[in-house]
């Protein structure tokens, strides 16, 4: 045994939303291992020498991957005192990051969580969609768009929440919109996905939950999924934002 490994949350892409806390640790890290909704701009953050490995999965070999990802962080951890685990947003938001520190404690390697701004809340907000406002919603869920086969009725607990966040919806986006008509969600509720939130190549598509169940909207990996009234507040904020700055 040698080193510390730290699960580190990279936020939302923004350099300047990370802690500094993990700042620092990506700068005085021996190692880092990435995920890919990583930013580029974050890892310029790394520290000169550092070994980088990009260990974002592909689809259908997840679990393969996953064990690899295990065994390259005790090699890692047996030549460096820092390593770093880097995952998009938080760690322990649907980054499989607290399977990792039960897989890596019950081996016996010392294990650190440093939190990290989820893009599930910063995303939206920046993009001038809050996940709650009086009024207009009192609350939100937060759910995956990888859910685990069910057909519908695994919707059907979050077909009535005010303010619904979906993460990795994009390729199943029109499924996901399909079902939560069914489960009684308005077809005409506003939908915004934000591509590539908070760096510059951040794109918004606001659209309707009818219009996305219809295969008519065009969206690219990654993105969140947003679905409510909140919607509706984006282009009042934005436009309140503009008219101060001029």
């Not at 000169?48 to 090699?75: S, T, W, Y």
Request: hydrophobic share 45%.
């Amino acid at each position: 045994m040698t080193g510390r490994i730290y699960l580190v949350g990279a936020g939302p892409g923004d350099p300047d939303l990370l802690t500094v806390k993990a700042a620092r640790l990506l700068s005085q890290a021996g190692a880092v291992l990435y995920d890919r909704l990583v930013s580029p701009e974050v890892l310029d953050l790394v520290g000169p020498g550092a070994e980088l490995h990009f260990v974002g999965k592909r689809e259908g070999e997840q679990e393969a991957i996953q064990n690899e990802i295990l065994h390259l962080m005790e090699d890692c951890a047996r030549r460096h005192q820092t390593v770093v685990r880097l995952k998009g947003g938080d760690p322990m938001v649907f980054g499989r990051g607290a399977e990792e520190w039960l897989w890596l404690s019950r081996h016996g390697w010392p294990v650190e969580v440093v939190p990290g701004i989820s893009s599930s809340i910063a995303v939206p907000a920046l993009a001038g969609i809050p996940p709650t406002f009086r009024g207009v919603s009192g609350g939100f869920a937060v759910v995956t768009g990888h859910r685990q086969e069910g057909g519908c009725d695994q919707w059907a607990a979050y077909a009535q929440v005010e303010t619904l966040i979906i993460l990795m919806a994009v390729a199943r986006r029109a499924e996901i919109a399909q079902c939560l008509i069914a489960k009684g969600r308005d077809p005409n509720e506003p939908v915004a996905f934000i591509e590539n939130g908070t760096t510059p190549r951040e794109r918004v598509i606001v659209t309707t939950l009818e219009q996305v169940a219809a295969g008519q909207s065009e969206v690219t990996n990654p993105a969140v999924m947003v679905a409510g009234p909140v919607v509706q507040l984006r282009a009042e904020l934005l436009a309140l934002v503009q008219s101060v700055a001029a």
